[in-house]
């Protein structure tokens, strides 16, 4: 469990140690504006998409994906920066919506459950709330899985793919949670799990 | 006007001009080369150093600059709307090898999918390197049927330029004794895995008429001597092929052929060098050479030689000779039957099944197999059992079994530790099989030329109007419907049928517009691949193609390739061309 200390801490971190007085008044005020735009929205490969106050929702989120154990976790990766960067300069306007206002859609449901930001929640409440969103995700991402022209993706779908491919082809995700190896040799077809040990990241 | 700035007609003159660099262009030029002819390859595209210019080769999935070299959205939008249809083609990993749709752009009637690379080596370096032999029953299929117009060679007058090939250019593989798929010179075939291994026995025991053999493909298992001093190696299992092998491992003219031909100190290898026309010397009945537009500076030079190879693919052959107009050739190159452009074919895929197979945790495999099982053809063989009367000819399938990666958990629920223990894990195996459908030759199938439209290059672009009808529709029924079948009779559970959209081209393996035939009023070359009104050009790409097959053609284009170089020097040195 994160701290409020700990996870302003770490999105000072994220956004290179320069948050801003008001950015960490608004995070521990729990910043409630909505829609939650409070920073710049250039668009570009460096990032710089999520706002300061989106940045430590997400921070949160991924951290609670794929939390760090005697392994490394979403946030040693550089997770969060890594979706901002994503919903910046890889995903059109459409994925950057529907991040944006699920983000304000977490926090407003905060407010309605405990009258506080999400970022305010405690670690099992934030946990609670999001169990709420994966079976969302799940029921829609199933009941449209033949839809065309597919339609725009659950937010917390978006969250949860770019949490897992960010962390997953990350260089300590790859070689430290799974066997990589770019040139295996002559291939070898039938051989037992345990020669192996882990699952081939590529 | 003209420029013939570049140096001397003298020296603009060779034995043997071939144009393309692509998986034929390179093999008519090693031939050609290593039988003593001075050969000028010219290739539109720039210039691909084998190895050095593989530029991605090494790159782990985060050195790119979005994850495994994902290619943004807005850029997608831009450059490759076309070439991003198959779903793999468009990547970082590999978009250098594709053109920008924006910049050589086509039009469609209907959909068509025209994917093309322009850099010396061509699609030889991202190929699917799939490579089965023709039987008879494919080449006596046109007249058996009174489809099209017969084919002028037969199995037997392929069938040592199929073991040339093999044995040059290395083909893995298991040998099987069907006659609908002859067997040809191997290296050591892959392995099947665990999953596949009982999925070949239960089919085969359960289906007579039906075998399940390893993908045989121009992967090198056990280079020969001769490979080896070309610098070739043992395939690595990386399944990263279309970045380029600096290991040689798998046939590409960049790694293999243009390097013999280099060895002979034969070839002039030119790039940025775009053809733009033949040029036919009425009074000699022959072509002289051929005019090239340089990429850059767009300046007009023309090249001399006494034999020509057309190896610009398929359809860039076919506009090339379309846009070869004379007094003596009105509708274009070797155009007087009115077949060029016409009887476009492809091998209609994107249907067949998939399935999940329970247990097997236990087993697992080592390596990436760039390469999968393959079902070869079991309908319509000639004998009452596998005659079809809802369709004419047949289909393959390719797929394989492997275990699920970290994929599969953003589609499933849950999150926390628990999901991270999982990325960990090899997941369930699953399993799928798709087929390869032939697609039968309509002459109203055609590509014309098109001066509306202008590419990058200022020159005209081709039209699309091409469909599959009937029997093809009629075909991936029962292409889904056996999919589904055997993988059920396997024991699979949650046997899952697709029958994808499809748009000709997918295959990428278009063929057949300027075909081969016995009649020249019919066809546009003869048996050798020679356009029938002008003998010293030949066309090996697949434009040569009367009929389509159901297998994956490289194979049948280089053993033509082969045939006809050696066929060219022989008339050469008789005089006869």
């Known amino acids: 469990m994160m701290?409020?200390?700990?996870?302003?801490?770490?999105?000072?971190?994220?956004?290179?140690?320069?948050?801003?007085?008001?950015?960490?008044?608004?995070?521990?005020?729990?910043?409630?504006?909505?829609?939650?735009?409070?920073?710049?929205?250039?668009?570009?490969?460096?990032?710089?998409?999520?706002?300061?106050?989106?940045?430590?929702?997400?921070?949160?989120m991924a951290d609670h994906i794929i939390p760090k154990t005697d392994t490394p976790g979403a946030l040693d990766v550089g997770v969060p920066a890594f979706i901002d960067r994503m919903l910046a300069g890889y995903y059109l306007q459409r994925e950057r919506d529907v991040m944006r206002s699920g983000l304000a859609r977490i926090n407003a449901d905060a407010q309605a459950l405990r009258g506080v930001s999400f970022l305010q929640l405690t670690s099992d409440e934030q946990v609670e709330l999001m169990k709420r969103y994966d079976r969302e995700q799940y029921d829609y991402t199933r009941a449209n899985a033949t839809t065309q022209p597919p339609p725009a993706p659950h937010f917390f779908r978006l969250v949860k793919e770019l949490t897992i491919l960010g962390f997953c082809s990350s260089e300590a995700g790859a070689t430290k949670l799974m066997s990589y190896n770019q040139t295996p040799g002559p291939y070898r077809g039938d051989v037992p799990l345990s020669e192996i040990g882990k699952v081939s990241a590529l | 006007m003209q420029h013939l700035s570049q140096g001397t007609r003298e020296a603009r003159t060779f034995d043997a001009i071939v144009v393309g660099s692509g998986l034929t262009g390179g093999w008519a030029a090693k031939d050609l080369c290593e039988k003593g002819l001075k050969t000028l390859v010219l290739e539109r595209g720039r210039k691909v150093e084998h190895g050095k210019d593989y530029t991605t080769f090494a790159k782990n999935p985060w050195d790119f600059r979005y994850p495994n070299g994902r290619t943004p959205q807005d850029e997608v939008e831009k450059h490759y709307q076309k070439q991003q249809r198959t779903g793999y083609t468009v990547n970082d990993q590999w978009n250098h090898w594709f053109v920008k749709d924006?910049?050589?752009?086509?039009?469609?009637?209907?959909?068509?999918?025209?994917?093309?690379?322009?850099?010396?080596?061509?699609?030889?370096?991202?190929?699917?390197?799939?490579?089965?032999?023709?039987?008879d029953l494919d080449f006596e299929a046109n007249a058996k049927e009174g489809v099209g117009v017969d084919w002028p060679v037969r199995y037997a007058d392929l069938a040592p330029w199929y073991d040339y090939v093999e044995r040059w250019m290395g083909v893995s593989g298991s040998k099987e004794g069907l006659p609908q798929l002859p067997?040809?010179?191997?290296?050591?075939?892959?392995?099947?895995?665990?999953?596949?291994?009982?999925?070949?026995?239960?089919?085969?025991?359960?289906?007579?008429?039906?075998?399940?053999?390893?993908?045989?493909?121009a992967h090198l298992t056990k280079p020969t001597g001769e490979q080896m001093k070309l610098g070739r190696g043992t395939c690595q299992s990386r399944n990263l092929c279309m970045r380029g092998c600096v290991f040689g491992a798998y046939m590409s003219s960049n790694g293999a052929s243009l390097i013999a031909a280099d060895h002979t100190d034969n070839m002039t290898l030119q790039p940025d060098s775009i053809v733009t026309e033949v040029i036919f010397d009425a009074k000699l009945n022959k072509a002289t050479g051929v005019r090239v537009q340089d990429a850059h500076t767009k300046e007009i030079t023309e090249y001399y030689a006494k034999v020509i190879f057309l190896c610009a693919s398929t359809l860039n052959s076919t506009w090339l000779m379309l846009h070869s107009k004379s007094d003596r050739f009105p509708n274009g190159f070797g155009n007087d039957s009115d077949e060029l452009g016409r009887n476009v074919m492809d091998h209609h895929l994107g249907v067949g099944a998939q399935?999940?197979?329970?247990?097997?945790?236990?087993?697992?495999?080592?390596?990436?197999?760039?390469?999968?099982?393959?079902?070869?053809?079991?309908?319509?063989?000639?004998?009452?059992?596998?005659?079809?009367?809802?369709?004419?000819?047949?289909?393959?399938?390719?797929?394989?079994?492997?275990?699920?990666?970290?994929?599969?958990?953003?589609?499933?629920?849950?999150?926390?530790?628990?999901?991270?223990?999982?990325?960990?894990?090899?997941?369930?195996?699953?399993?799928?099989?798709?087929?390869?459908?032939?697609?039968?030759?309509?002459?109203?199938?055609?590509?014309?030329?098109?001066?509306?439209?202008?590419?990058?290059?200022?020159?005209?672009?081709?039209?699309?109007?091409?469909?599959?009808?009937q029997n093809e529709l009629n075909m991936r029924k029962d292409m889904q419907a056996?999919?589904?079948?055997?993988?059920?009779?396997?024991?699979?559970?949650?046997?899952?049928?697709?029958?994808?959209?499809?748009?000709?081209?997918?295959?990428?393996?278009?063929?057949?517009?300027?075909?081969?035939?016995?009649?020249?009023?019919?066809?546009?070359?003869?048996?050798?691949?020679?356009?029938?009104?002008?003998?010293?050009?030949?066309?090996?790409?697949?434009?040569?193609?009367?009929?389509?097959?159901?297998?994956?053609?490289?194979?049948?284009?280089?053993?033509?390739?082969?045939r006809a170089a050696d066929h060219a020097v022989t008339a050469l040195k008789r005089g006869e061309l």
């Not at chain 2, 009637?109 to 039987?135: A, E, L, M, N």
């Not at chain 2, 080592?366 to 070869?376: A, K, T």
């Open chain 2, 355 to 469: 399935a999940d197979v329970d247990g097997y945790e236990d087993r697992y495999y080592s390596g990436r197999r760039p390469n999968g099982i393959y079902i070869p053809r079991f309908r319509n063989l000639g004998d009452g059992g596998t005659k079809r009367n809802d369709f004419a000819r047949g289909y393959g399938y390719q797929g394989g079994a492997s275990r699920t990666g970290w994929q599969r958990l953003v589609a499933e629920m849950g999150f926390g530790k628990e999901l991270k223990d999982d990325i960990s894990e090899p997941g369930p195996w699953t399993i799928g099989i798709g087929g390869f459908g032939e697609m039968l030759p309509y002459r109203d199938n055609r590509v014309t030329m098109n001066s509306d439209v202008k590419d990058i290059d200022g020159l005209p672009t081709l039209k699309f109007d091409v469909s599959i009808r």
């Open chain 2, 102 to 135: 924006d910049e050589h752009p086509y039009t469609e009637t209907k959909r068509f999918d025209w994917i093309r690379g322009y850099h010396v080596g061509g699609r030889s370096i991202t190929w699917g390197r799939q490579s089965y032999r023709w039987s």
């Open chain 1, 3 to 60: 701290d409020r200390r700990e996870l302003l801490h770490r999105a000072s971190m994220l956004l290179g140690g320069t948050i801003s007085a008001g950015a960490s008044a608004g995070i521990l005020a729990g910043c409630v504006a909505t829609p939650w735009v409070d920073g710049p929205t250039p668009v570009g490969a460096t990032g710089n998409f999520l706002t300061p106050m989106e940045m430590t929702a997400i921070t949160s």
């Open chain 2, 482 to 562: 056996s999919a589904e079948e055997m993988l059920a009779a396997a024991g699979f559970k949650n046997v899952r049928g697709f029958d994808r959209p499809y748009g000709p081209g997918l295959g990428i393996h278009e063929m057949g517009t300027a075909r081969m035939g016995r009649d020249p009023k019919t066809s546009v070359l003869n048996s050798w691949a020679q356009v029938h009104a002008c003998t010293n050009v030949y066309v090996t790409d697949g434009s040569f193609m009367t009929s389509a097959a159901c297998v994956n053609p490289s194979l049948t284009y280089l053993a033509m390739t082969a």
């Open chain 2, 183 to 217: 067997d040809g010179i191997f290296q050591p075939p892959m392995d099947f895995n665990a999953v596949e291994k009982d999925l070949k026995a239960r089919v085969e025991g359960r289906y007579p008429e039906r075998r399940i053999t390893i993908g045989r493909t």
